[in-house]
């Protein structure tokens, strides 16, 4: 049983990783729970680039996910942090239905072009709506964890918790849907759709689902960055963020469940080193990384380490 | 009767300027189906070449009206130097990998030359309105308007037919709409098909300098300019359907103008109207206005 032995080991990273927490920086907390976020909007990816799409627009989910959260603790005064991530769950999950319902018909660069219009058009709403502080955004107040109200000192290692518990489940359920007979059929799909219509499977239902799941998971971190940052603003959804995600896949590849997190933590550092270094030539800098990993490592960080473990494939 | 005019000619200069922006992209796209990236990391450069050399122009006092002829041909050959390269050394090795790869590496090529130009030009902005205020201002009824606007339409129009032109009457022309057909007969028949991509880029990427380099004079040239373009142009292209001259151009036309009627009658829709429309108009037609049927792969 391969398949619990990655949820397991992922499991086991992240308890190591909270038992250390007293010993990582306040920033470093920071990091570690927006490279936890950024990974599960990027889980979703996968899911897309297994069957062979590439979306430049989850930057939609992910800002609606964070509006949603922003707006429940603002106006209706949801403090606790797990009704938040799922409001913004369903919230990001009905929406990426609804336009699911149009984008499982496209393919290949339409499929990447009218999810970043889509997108477009939220950030278009969102910097011309006055009352939600217009390009501004605004601020999101602190939140309780089950009733338990962290200090200061405690808010940081309690958000990264709740997103290492969350990526934690995404990681299993992610990893059960790929064994499932609809996970098997992504690369099917990417291969050959008309094949796999012929043996009675439908790519558009398939292709449906994984969006919503992409729309859910990307919810879910934007709720998560909401809290985590305590300010939400519309350049979430500009498609230049949809980008870091693509570039996010790219970087960990698609080889198993945990390789967006790897590729997350690898765009991490490189973007904070890169930023602090030299912040006028960071994008250079990941740029660089981008095409280098497509030239000499075209399956991502993961392919490296499974070919350090010896794995034969 | 008034107002009707005005929307009319703000919506022309936008339309002009939406259509030298996304006409490059889409021949590009047309011929070897790469969908680029850096397309408005072009403008910028071409922005950026012809704010450099419109400083220096005015600054020794050179004829001014052959500014224009200057910008013109400073902005193409800085496309026509930078794009060849990079598809040759950067995009080339790849093309045996999927479409989505190929569009990843322009990607990245993309966040390599906002940083390269901002390397090269630094982060304050330029500003060279001397062409702009060169060609003075003509009446419609009692508004008044910059003569740039003419040239700007003038300009796309140019480009335009001598797309067409280029297309059809050429023997270029033949070759890019035989490798268009099919890519590997036209090798075998002994067309350079290498030659053709790599001329290709370089025009379409000089088509996205050319528009930066003539817009340069009404903005400041700052860090930043392509991201707007990029997505601008994508939306026009893919509402007129990618790889189609006239879909572009018809794209343009309608896109322009109604941005311009959403400006002065809700300017709040300003922003997204465009991207409105791509969206609308791909429900009804998946692959764009003109588009051709594509084979199915068994």
Same mark, same amino acid.
Request: charged fraction near 10%; aromatic fraction near 12%; include cysteine.
């Given at each position: ?313 | ?64 009206y052959w500014s224009f002829v200057a910008l013109a041909i400073s902005a193409f050959v800085a496309g026509f130097i930078v794009g060849p390269l990079l598809e040759r050394f950067m995009l080339r090795p790849q093309y045996d990998k999927d479409e ?53 339409? @003038? !300009?796309? +129009?140019? #480009? ?12 270029? $022309?033949? /070759? ?47 860090? @930043? !300019?392509? +991201?707007? #373009? ?12 990618? $790889?189609? /001259? ?15 009627v959403c400006v002065h009658f809700a300017p709040q829709f300003e922003l997204f109207v465009i991207f409105t429309v791509m969206a609308m108009v791909l429900t009804f037609r998946p692959r764009g206005l003109f588009s051709l049927a594509e084979a199915?792969?068994?």
């Amino acid at each position: 049983m391969s398949a619990d032995k990655t949820v397991i080991r992922f499991a086991g990273f992240l308890l190591a990783l909270l038992l250390c927490a007293s010993f990582i920086p306040q920033w470093g907390l920071f990091m570690l729970t927006i490279v936890l976020a950024n990974g599960l909007v990027v889980l979703g990816c996968l899911l897309f680039l297994r069957a062979g799409l590439v979306s430049f627009g989850q930057a939609l989910y992910f800002c609606f996910g964070a509006y949603t959260t922003g707006l429940a603790a603002n106006f209706l005064n949801v403090t606790d942090v797990f009704l938040l991530l799922l409001m913004s769950a369903v919230t990001s999950g009905i929406m990426a239905w609804l336009l699911g319902v149009l984008l499982s018909k496209y393919r290949a660069i339409f499929f990447g072009l009218l999810s970043m219009a889509f997108s477009m058009i939220l950030y278009g709403l969102l910097a011309k709506t006055e009352s939600l502080g217009s390009t501004d955004g605004f601020n999101v107040p602190a939140v309780t964890i089950l009733g338990y109200e962290p200090s200061s000192e405690s808010v940081r290692v309690s958000i990264l918790a709740v997103a290492a518990l969350l990526a934690l489940l995404a990681v299993s359920f992610g990893q059960a849907f790929l064994k499932s007979p609809m996970g098997l059929l992504l690369t099917a799909i990417r291969d050959n759709e008309i094949r796999v219509e012929y043996m009675g499977a439908s790519a558009q239902k398939t292709i449906h689902t994984i969006y919503v799941i992409g729309g859910v998971f990307a919810g879910l971190a934007g709720s998560i960055v909401a809290v985590s940052v305590g300010h939400i603003d519309p350049t979430m959804a500009v498609w230049t963020t949809s980008g870091e995600f693509v570039f996010i896949t790219i970087m960990g590849g698609i080889g198993s469940v945990i390789a967006p997190f790897l590729g997350a933590l690898a765009f991490g550092i490189i973007h904070t080193v890169a930023f602090s270094e030299s912040p006028n030539t960071w994008q250079l800098v990941l740029g660089t990384a981008l095409i280098g990993i497509i030239y000499i490592l075209p399956d991502g960080l993961w392919s490296l380490l499974s070919r350090l473990r010896g794995d034969k494939k | 009767m008034s107002q009707f005019l005005v929307i009319l000619i703000d919506g022309m200069n936008y339309s002009a300027w939406l259509f030298l922006s996304a006409v490059g992209l889409t021949l590009i796209y047309g011929v070897m189906k790469i969908l680029n990236v850096a397309h408005g990391s072009f403008y910028s450069l071409g922005a950026y070449v012809a704010a450099s050399v419109m400083g220096y122009w005015f600054a020794n006092d050179y004829p001014p009206y052959w500014s224009f002829v200057a910008l013109a041909i400073s902005a193409f050959v800085a496309g026509f130097i930078v794009g060849p390269l990079l598809e040759r050394f950067m995009l080339r090795p790849q093309y045996d990998k999927d479409e989505v790869v190929i569009l990843l590496i322009t990607y990245g090529l993309f966040l390599i030359l906002e940083d390269v130009i901002k390397m090269i030009w630094g982060v304050d902005p330029y500003f060279v309105s001397e062409p702009y205020e060169l060609l003075d201002m003509f009446e419609v009824g009692d508004m008044i308007y910059p003569r740039y606007y003419l040239l700007m339409v @003038g !300009l796309a +129009v140019t #480009v335009g037919l001598g797309l067409l032109f280029l297309l059809k009457k050429t023997k270029f $022309g033949r /070759l890019l709409v035989a490798v268009i057909h099919d890519r590997e007969i036209s090798a075998a028949m002994g067309v350079n098909v290498g030659l053709v991509f790599a001329i290709t880029f370089g025009l379409g990427c000089s088509l996205a300098a050319l528009a930066g380099g003539f817009t340069a004079p009404t903005i400041s040239v700052s860090p @930043g !300019l392509g +991201v707007e #373009v990029i997505v601008l142009s994508f939306a026009v292209v893919v509402t007129g359907g990618l $790889g189609s /001259l006239p879909g572009v151009a018809l794209a343009s036309i309608f896109m322009g103008l109604l941005r311009s009627v959403c400006v002065h009658f809700a300017p709040q829709f300003e922003l997204f109207v465009i991207f409105t429309v791509m969206a609308m108009v791909l429900t009804f037609r998946p692959r764009g206005l003109f588009s051709l049927a594509e084979a199915r792969k068994i």
